[in-house]
């Protein structure tokens, strides 16, 4: 398996610019987290997916925000208007059994450099 | 309280030597929870699971304190290779918002 798949791992944007960060998960993975880390916040949890429907998406910062899950084998994470303070890494990670108690696998992430 | 805090890193130690981080949990009715290991500029990983009173795997030890809320993980002999953050995981009651810590780094120096 290839493991979950982000893409691009890197990128640099201007502010105000739309970003689309994308992921590809785990073949029959059935839950999909979005996550972001800054230095100072540590890991944040973004959004959650449960068989393709947001669960909860209390994590997100603020809605310039968004993410789609349009079928298992993919999502998108879309910042528009980007920010400066936006800069950080977002990881996508799945799981085969909702998340809670059992581990994730996590893609190699996206670094994101507003300027 | 936060819900999920680490030992303040960075610990430096030599290699051969045991280190143990802890972390302590708010939420009393959580049942499992993990230790992810994070390389520099790299993705965590799953390390351990704890979901009695402890997990072993070769010189990794984990053991949970449900009466103080606490995990804690002890590496023996420590390695140059097992240098990198620990995070401390704990799933809330509400099955999916799991919490990350803010991670403990260790360096290992020959």
């Known amino acids: 398996d290839a493991g979950v798949i982000q893409s691009p791992r890197h990128e640099v944007t201007e502010m105000g610019q739309e970003v689309t960060l994308r992921c590809k998960p785990i073949?029959?993975?059935?839950?999909l987290f979005w996550y972001r880390q800054t230095m100072m916040r540590g890991l944040e949890l973004l959004i959650y997916?449960?068989?393709?429907?947001?669960?909860?998406d209390s994590g997100m910062p603020e809605d310039r925000f968004s993410a789609k899950m349009p079928n298992a084998s993919f999502s998108t994470l879309k910042i528009q208007p980007s920010e400066p303070r936006d800069s950080a890494v977002y990881f996508c990670?799945?799981?085969?059994?909702?998340?809670?108690?059992?581990?994730?696998?996590f893609g190699s992430g996206t670094r994101l450099t507003v300027v | 309280r936060k819900e999920v805090e680490q030992d303040p890193g960075p610990f430096n130690v030599p290699e051969g030597a045991t280190v143990a981080f802890n972390c302590t949990y708010s939420?009393?009715?959580?049942?499992?929870f993990f230790w992810y290991r994070q390389d520099c500029r790299k993705e965590p990983k799953l390390l351990m699971s704890?979901?009695?009173s402890g997990n072993e795997d070769g010189r990794f030890t984990a053991q949970l304190n449900r009466a103080s809320q606490y995990i804690s993980l002890l590496i023996r002999d420590s390695k140059l290779s097992d240098s990198a953050t620990y995070l401390c995981?704990?799933?809330?009651?509400?099955?999916?918002?799991?919490?990350f810590g803010a991670g403990t780094r260790l360096f290992v120096k020959a």
């Open positions: 997916f449960n068989n393709n429907v947001p669960i909860d």
């Open positions: 990670a799945s799981s085969s059994t909702g998340g809670a108690g059992y581990g994730y696998t």
């Open positions: 704890v979901y009695s």
């Open positions: 939420n009393s009715a959580s049942q499992s």
């Open positions: 995981v704990v799933p809330n009651t509400g099955g999916f918002k799991t919490i």
């Open positions: 073949s029959g993975h059935n839950s």
